[in-house]
């Protein structure tokens, strides 16, 4: 469009959390926020307010709390979600790691589903996660044990984590 400049995404993440933060704060709800993909024409702005639904959908059933996202930031876990909503693919979905961690979740009363994904959001880090959570460093170290213990996951070779988690 005429005119038009590239926003950073890092600038766009500041302005996007400071425009939750301060919502959320003058009213007391919760509040969420995302941005599609920057666009050029017209013709694409359908395209990229698609992929900011997509991220709106992702944030609200996130347990982390994160509360603002870009949709590059979550594309992958948007893609998986999408992917395991699919009717005919639930019969080959249903005995994944993720799967285990959510029966083990139900019956345990615990988050392990919610720390993994926040894990995996953060990029395996641990602080970063703990803070997502709002618990402390330890919980977070404590819950990736059991889910290794659980799953049989390595957490740290990404190769596995792509292939048993997109199972998942």
Do not use: K
Not at 26 to 45: K, M
Not at 112 to 120: F, G, I, K, N, V
Not at 138 to 147: A, D, E, G, M, P
Request: aromatic content about 4%; glycine content about 6%.
């Amino acid at each position: 469009m005429p005119g038009a400049r590239v926003v950073p995404a890092e600038q766009l993440r500041r302005v996007l959390g400071d425009l939750t933060r301060r919502i959320a704060d003058s009213l007391g709800v919760e509040v969420h926020a995302a941005a599609g993909s920057t666009v050029l024409r017209a013709a694409e702005i359908p395209h990229s307010r698609r992929e900011a639904e997509w991220a709106l959908e992702l944030l609200r059933g996130d347990s982390t709390g994160t509360a603002y996202a870009l949709f590059a930031d979550v594309r992958a876990r948007v893609f998986l979600l999408e992917l395991a909503a699919t009717p005919a693919l639930q019969p080959y979905l249903s005995d994944g790691a993720v799967a285990v961690l959510q029966d083990y979740d139900r019956e345990h009363g615990s988050e392990l589903t919610a720390t993994l994904q926040a894990y995996l959001a953060a990029l395996g880090d641990v602080s970063v996660t703990a803070a997502r959570l709002n618990v402390h460093r330890n919980t977070i170290h404590y819950r990736l044990q059991r889910i290794r213990a659980l799953t049989d996951l390595n957490l740290g070779d990404p190769a596995e984590r792509s292939e048993r988690l997109s199972r998942s």
